[in-house]
């Protein structure tokens, strides 16, 4: 068979196909620890997962194999390979496929680590380059932000320079997880196509409308908690570490800073939601600057009392992932004005 044929639950499949990606899991069971392995096989028609719970040592990602009585099934709308006990799998050395890569066309909102390679459109903005060393070759790297119609995520592009405000369809991007939020990598097989469409970015939803690490979205809800410990933190100058005793062990001879940690709870009327605010979002909304915090240090939870609890706010923030729930990360904080609640009422329509 090819993987173009598979379609439905079936058995005793027969295919030859390249390891794309092999990856091991240890898991415990109710008989104990067992190891399974997942990850990605193509052939000249297409590429699927597949998931073994045996796989022979020597096969690495790069190998043709040859597969026999292998089973098929649907799993999270995806079709995918299962390879167990009764599986074999034959190295064929020396032999080469030519895979077909097929990418689903995906909105930002709907990145997934269920579909690792996709096809997205958006446009690139705070790109900067930096190089690095490896073994003992000088390479570049780009990172900055893609946004859409509907999200805003991270973006790394290996050796390949992409112009800010530029809007790109990009064919094969990676999906991957950093820092607890989603973000898309350019590799040498990512086809880029500048694209000459521009893109409006109002991008306002209700809580309960986003279910994954979603970043730029805007949020209007009001504040129902504010967080007891929030106010004025000191961190280490030189590596940014916050600090419990006001001195850094690694490194003490360093100045400290003074910074601003908050966290609050938003309530949007569908559903609420834990947030965390640094001082780029609570100073412009306190309306003071740097040089102003040794000055207004013990007032800073009053301030906050003041501004946030209990206010109908404007809520500008990335989705972060803890374990099964979501959080916001603030990225800046305004007063509701009439504009925005009548995007409101257009979004709740």
Known sequence: MKLSEINGESGNIEIKVKILSLSKREITTSKGETVYYYGLVGDETGVIPYTAWEFPAPIKAGDVVQIKYARSKLYNDRMRLYFDSKTEIIMKPGEDIEV????????LMDLSLKNLFV???GKISNMSGKEYNKAGNTFKIYNGFIEDDTSRVRISSFGQQLENGKIYRLV???VSEFN????LSIGDKTEVFPEEEDMDFERYYKLFEVDNPAGGITILGFIITLGTKSGIIKRCSECNKPLSTGVCPDHPDRPTKLDIFSYFTLDDGTKYIQCIAGKNAIMPFLGIKDADLPRVAGEIYKMLD???YGHAVRVNADFIKNEEELSLRV???SAITKEDIEKDIRVSQ
């Open 100 to 107: 077909k890569r097929t990418y689903k066309e995906t909105k």
């Open 119 to 121: 096809t997205v459109t």
């Open 172 to 174: 094969g991007a990676k």
């Open 180 to 183: 607890k939020q989603l973000e």
């Open 306 to 308: 003041d501004k946030l």
């Open 331 to 333: 990225n800046s904080i």
